[in-house]
């Protein structure tokens, strides 16, 4: 058996929130170019139903889930379509995220809750989805249990804050905790859960905030972020980058590893 094969997807059961644009996007049709059946799960229809024909393109099956990950019953639906659909779940990917920016002393409630609803409830709700089927698998599997995968997504605003931040920077915080806490209970059924960390990555989130928009980075900010990046010579993150570690936490080449926090940000936090 070669090395190679450890990296290999073939007959693994993948769901991926916010599957439709960006990480997402690239992660799910990483994995479906790895041999892996893919469950695209987002809010919205059409961008996940490109994603779908992505992953057809790349030899594999997929089906969409839309739902919003801060409801329970919609977490819960994207697992049972995967049991339902394919039989099984072997990696639940979490990269499903939203921004809603703004300095402390003028944040209001609502942005503060929409964010950490978004992040690190979701997170919270579709991992207890995913790991509650896990373990059953598992279960009946006996002493013969196959390795499965949880994977979130915080950011390296979540290991050293950032302006404006404070909500995101908090949730990401907490789906760090989180995910160490979700490695220990999986140790006994062979789960394993691990974090990314992302930094500077080309996203509509990292796009210039418009007047009128709620997502995206004031032009000075970024601007700002921009020119130090250039100075210290660290380029600007692609999809692809951060899809590339999340397909290494789904393969078998990372069966040996859990309760990890890995920095992707190009040397922007070192």
């Not at 594999?60 to 819960?76: E, I, M």
């Not at 049991?83 to 979490?94: A, C, E, R, S, Y």
């Not at 760090?176 to 140790?187: D, H, N, P, V």
Request: hydrophobic fraction near 40%.
């Amino acid at each position: 058996m070669s090395i190679l094969d450890d990296f290999k997807l073939d007959g693994k059961v993948a769901v991926v929130t916010g599957a439709g644009r960006g990480i997402g996007q690239t992660t799910a049709v990483s994995y479906a170019e790895g041999g892996a059946k893919v469950v695209i799960a987002d809010l919205d229809a059409d961008p996940a139903n490109e994603t779908l024909e992505l992953v057809k393109k790349a030899g594999s099956d997929g089906v969409v889930v839309t739902g919003n990950v801060a409801k329970k019953d919609d977490c819960a639906k994207m697992v049972k379509t995967a049991l339902d659909k394919f039989g099984g779940i072997d990696i639940m990917t979490n990269i499903a995220g939203i921004t809603r920016d703004g300095m402390l002393h003028k944040m209001d409630e609502d942005a503060w809750n929409f964010v950490i609803d978004i992040n690190l409830k979701g997170t919270f709700l579709c991992s207890q989805a995913a790991i509650a089927a896990m373990r059953d698998l598992a279960k009946a599997e006996g002493k013969d249990k196959k390795s499965r995968k949880i994977i979130n997504t915080a950011s390296i605003a979540g290991m050293s804050g950032n302006k404006g931040q404070a909500n995101y920077s908090a949730a990401k915080a907490g789906i760090i905790g989180m995910t160490k806490s979700i490695a220990k209970e999986g140790l006994m059924f062979n789960i394993q859960a691990n974090v990314v960390a992302p930094g500077w990555v080309d996203t509509r989130l990292t796009a210039e905030k418009k007047e009128g928009q709620t997502i995206g980075i004031p032009g000075q900010d970024r601007q700002q972020t921009l020119m130090y990046m250039q100075i210290m010579g660290i380029r600007t993150g692609k999809p692809i980058d951060l899809a590339r570690v999340f397909y290494f936490l789904a393969c078998p080449a990372s069966d040996y590893l859990t309760a990890q926090c890995i920095n992707v940000s190009g040397g922007l936090l070192t």
